[in-house]
């Protein structure tokens, strides 16, 4: 069941959006920037395109040029955020050039691909899941697209593990919290997908985390405001 996705205002501007380019400015407007399930789809859509051409292109390529197969939609939804919905880095955290990498393909709202290939679960949340028994679980697309408009192509993230956890979970995925750049400031991909309602804290792996309080907070402000799937998906 989709709940109330259909009427959320998911985008903006950006080149799966075009009709909406006024969308923060219009008093009414266009019907088409209403329908949030659409604009979720074209931006997964989008991101699956731009991989399959990846991919067909890399077969006249050597392996090891194909390896990062980036979502191409522009992060423009979250332009604007208040200071209490992220949480930013700490001093002296991504503050070299070498703490970053460049984001590559999106599997789901929680994990991602970078640079070389190596798979990335971001640290102490879940989001519904793209495979499930019946297709995506409710919010699952949602979430993807959250992470795509936060890590489009060619975004610089810098990956930070916890001292508490090992570096890669069963699947050889790292472990690690996710941060980007946007609107001149340097903030947790985790919690900001958290706060809007696109992952919950995961227990019991978040337990102990350096940042748990922080997510379970950003949590209980999503669940009170009825953001994202504590609304669309009834959580």
């Known amino acids: 069941m989709r709940g109330a996705w259909s009427s959320q205002r998911l985008c903006a501007v950006g080149a799966v959006c075009a009709a909406c380019a006024d969308f923060t400015a219009a008093a009414a407007p266009p019907a088409a920037c209403l329908d949030g399930a659409a604009h979720v789809d074209a931006h997964v859509d989008a991101q699956d395109a731009t991989a399959a051409d990846a991919n067909a292109t ?42 970053w990498t460049t984001a590559g393909y999106v599997y789901d709202g929680d994990t991602f691909e970078v640079a070389g290939g190596a798979r990335v679960r971001l640290l102490g949340i879940n989001t519904p899941e793209m495979t499930g028994d019946s297709g995506p679980e409710c919010g699952a697309k949602e979430a993807k697209a959250r992470l795509i408009e936060l890590l489009p192509k060619d975004a610089k993230v810098c990956l930070v593990k916890d001292a508490t ?31 809007k309602g696109m992952a919950q804290v995961y227990y019991p792996f ?18 009170d405001d009825d953001s994202g799937s504590w609304k669309g998906c009834f959580w």
């Open 58 to 99: 890399a077969a006249t390529r050597p392996a090891d040029a194909s390896k990062v197969t980036d979502g191409a939609v522009p992060a423009n939804d979250i332009a604007a955020p208040t200071v209490s919905e992220f949480v930013l880095a700490p001093a002296g955290t991504c503050a070299q050039p070498a703490d």
């Open 206 to 223: 978040a337990k102990g985390l350096l940042f748990e309080q922080t997510l379970l907070d950003m949590q209980q402000a999503a669940h």
């Open 165 to 195: 956890k090992t570096d890669k979970d069963k699947y050889d995925r790292l472990l690690r919290y996710a941060w980007v750049e946007q609107a001149g400031k340097t903030f947790l991909v985790n919690a900001w997908l958290v706060r």
